[in-house]
């Protein structure tokens, strides 16, 4: 007999995970299906543990500036090992702590390999593989929230010894001496960041005319300019032809753009460029689940084509972020029991890269609000005229605002400098009220923050900025 549901998630990564709590909370009878490690990649290989590195790496740079804060800290050095170790244990802390809210939240927690087997009126079926054993689920209703992968480079398998896909970015054995980063969104970035600041030699490749294309393009070449400034080689509308491993090392085949091929050697590479959804394998086919270039098409409440199966997350497409997977979750669990929650808005998704100086951006470029016809109200505040920023030694960076010139409107808000990954939710949650210029000008901002410089772009976006 199998075990019946109200609702199977399929991939318990921050999409599948939060959808189970929320199901639970809501009175659904609930499981989760899970082949690797409670909270998916988020948790274990992604957005927690890169940043417990990217904090070390934060932490040795100042360390090595202490002099600028009228310190002194002789014999600044590392431990590689215990570097890894402690991004584990964050990463293994919060695995336990989902673990934790399963249990607490009453979710049947299934460990092994999942497939759909059934949809629809007949009702739900999925198949768990646990070795030998098969395990059978019936549910009212499926979610698909398998996540994605590392995309492979077509002539160059990551090796986890020369080559490394971010899995193993993330758990080196050794430092890179000289690291080629292939590709320039934002976990390339955060790479390339991380280990400069520890010391390796870094270069980045990236296709496309700038690095973090999907970013405005004034925080685009701000990074390029300050990355090369701490001492990044940043190769942009360059083509990588080649990548040959050896016992020492890695030779890539590098196409620049004046067209010249040449050859350069480095100790490690790192390929970042993008991922593929894990659609393939899991039944989807056979049901005549409808996909999109691997992705899962669904609505805006994560409805697929076929009754009762749903989907969320990196599995649905862009943007790859663990916040759009919760929300996408949420969104979904709350239609299947019955409520009427409002639609997934993908222009109200912030997007953070966790580098040194940190991006942060929500809506519209500059550049894409032109092209969608808005005559603009553009304001920019650097770092430089903010009290807070100076004083933490930090004032590089800048904050920029785009305003619809006829409604008053915040279409979008850029932001590049320290801290800016805390401070882009002031302008998420603007544009969630709707709020205009207006009421951002009448708000109070405490001093002496990062924040007032959110302030003072909406006033310089009006010619009103007061310190700069
Ligand atoms: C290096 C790196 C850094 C990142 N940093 C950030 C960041 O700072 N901020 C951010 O928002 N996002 C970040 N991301 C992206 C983020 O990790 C993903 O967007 C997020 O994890 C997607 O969540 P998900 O629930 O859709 O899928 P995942 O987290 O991928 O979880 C899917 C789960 O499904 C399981 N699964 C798959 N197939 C099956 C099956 N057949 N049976 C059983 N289980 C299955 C997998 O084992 C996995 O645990 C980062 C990603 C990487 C790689």
Redesign the pocket.
Known sequence: MADTYDLVI???????YVAAIRASQLGLKVAI???????????????IP??ALLRTSEIYHYMQNAESYGLKADNVGFDLAKIVDRSRKVAGQLNAGVKGLMKKNKVTVVE????VTGAGKTGGKLS?KQGDKTVELEAKNIIV????R?RDLPFAKADGKRIWT?RHA?VPTEMPTKLLVIGSG??GV??ASFYNDMGADVTIVEMLPRILPVEDEEVSAFMDKALTKQGIKLLTQTGLEGLAPSANGVTAKIKAKDGKVSEETFSHAIIAIG?VP?TE??GLEALGVETDRGHIKTDGYGRTNVDGIWA????TGAP???????HE?IIAVEKIAGGSPHQMDKANIPG?T?SRPQVASVGMTEAKAKEAGYELKVGKFPFIGNGKAIALGEAEGFVKTVFDAKTGELLGAHMVGAEVTELIQGYVVARQLETTEAELMETVFAHPTLSEMMHESVLAAYGRAIHY
């Open positions: 399929l991939g318990s990564g921050p999409g599948g299906v899970e082949r690797e490690r409670l909270g998916g990649i988020c948790l274990n290989w992604g957005c890169t940043k092994g390999v999942g497939t768990v929230a398998t996540g994605a590392a971010y993330m934002a976990i955060e790479f991922i894990n394998n899991i969320i997350g990196d599995v790859w972020l663990a916040h759009k997977a919760s979750g953070c966790y």
